[in-house]
């Protein structure tokens, strides 16, 4: 009977120790969770009751003394990348050397497996369709996090400049940011703001799976303090309006690349490609790019158009039928035709 009870108790040890093994790393803890840990001391902490006067005066030793002042505040180094940290981010290496990426578009699928497919396919990112499609934040993740290290980094397209759209995406462990329809700078700024932590830009360092060891959280360097040198922010000028500012937000530091939208170009100038007009506009947002050393992306088709380095390429869908054209070569659509049924030569 104890020998029984030895080997339950030892069976009861080994599976507490075997579950704390798979739990991922902790996150470092902050300094309030240090303080706690120690018992409650808060050796900086205002005196209970007491009014401490810290707008006006600032403790022994911190670096923004004097009057609080927001526009004066020094951003301090809590956050900063190690001096040697490099690029992991392979698309933004790709960009950074000019070289041309694509991204494959995951437009109607939810399953983990076909995104996973689709990732290792050949692509450099895959751009997840959020704009025109009805996926949900809860698939987005669990799509990406089952297979995180594929071979195509996750991107996706939100629905529009958006504080809970982006970092619902960022957060999920998004590399690739595209935001659509860009109008002003104010939007571009925006944009901006809700893609980078600061000082770049003001993203609320919430958590998520981006954050986790098994997705970015064991990357060289820590993700929260390397993330902003390895996202890439692609806008899209897909307007009149867009045309008229698009130098003005190519420039605004953090943007990546602004996106030379193929379909909505014509859809809002009334033009097609070819046509002088609408040649015009593409050319507007080409010379915006130039001018603020950006990269310049558009459709796959336009792979050979000088200066284009960044292209959005087709759907699972169209990828699944070139690949059964491919391997079927003249044996593809050879079905029989029975003479009667749905299947009947009509």
Not at 155 to 163: L, Q, S
Not at 230 to 248: D, H, R, S, W
Not at 250 to 275: E, H, M, W
Not at 318 to 329: D, F, Q, S, V, Y
Request: proline share 6%; net charge neutral; glycine share 10%.
């Amino acid at each position: 009977m104890k020998k029984t009870l030895f080997v339950a108790a030892l069976a009861a040890v080994l599976a507490m120790v075997g579950v704390r093994a798979q739990q991922p790393a902790r996150e470092q803890p902050s300094a309030t969770e240090d303080a706690v840990a120690a018992g409650g001391n808060f050796p900086l902490a205002a005196k209970g009751g007491q009014d401490s006067n810290a707008k006006n005066l600032a403790p022994a030793g911190a670096v923004n003394q004097g009057p609080f002042d927001m526009k004066k505040w020094k951003y301090g180094t809590a956050w900063s990348a190690p001096a040697d940290s490099k690029i992991w981010n392979p698309v933004k290496l790709k960009m950074m050397a000019g070289e041309k990426v694509t991204g494959g578009t995951l437009f109607a699928s939810s399953d983990a497996s076909t995104y996973c497919a689709f990732a290792n396919a050949g692509y450099d990112f895959i751009w997840t369709e959020m704009q025109h499609d009805a996926h949900n934040w809860k698939e987005v993740a669990n799509m990406w996090r089952a297979c995180p290290h594929a071979k195509a980094v996750p991107g996706v397209r939100v629905a529009y400049t958006d504080e809970r759209e982006e970092q619902h995406a960022l957060d999920a462990g998004a590399l690739v940011l595209v935001v659509p329809t860009v109008d002003t700078v104010e939007e571009a700024t925006a944009a901006r703001d809700w893609a980078y932590f600061p000082p770049l830009g003001k993203r609320s360092n919430g958590g998520g799976q981006a954050f986790d060891p098994a997705v970015w959280g064991g990357v060289p360097g820590g993700y929260r303090q390397t993330i902003n040198d390895n996202l890439v922010l692609i806008l899209m000028i897909e307007t009149l309006e867009g045309l008229k500012n698009a130098e003005a937000i190519a420039k605004i530091p953090g943007v990546t690349a602004v996106f030379a939208a193929s379909g909505d170009l014509g859809n809002f100038s009334g033009f097609r490609q070819g046509q002088p007009d609408y040649e015009r506009a593409i050319n507007i947002v080409h010379d915006a790019a130039l001018k603020a050393g950006v990269r310049l992306c558009g459709p796959l088709a336009w792979r050979d158009r000088p200066d284009f380095t960044c292209f959005q390429a087709g759907t699972e869908m169209a990828a699944i039928t070139r690949g059964a054209a491919a391997e079927l070569g003249n044996l593809k659509d050879t079905q029989g035709k029975p003479e009667v049924g749905p299947y009947a030569l009509k």
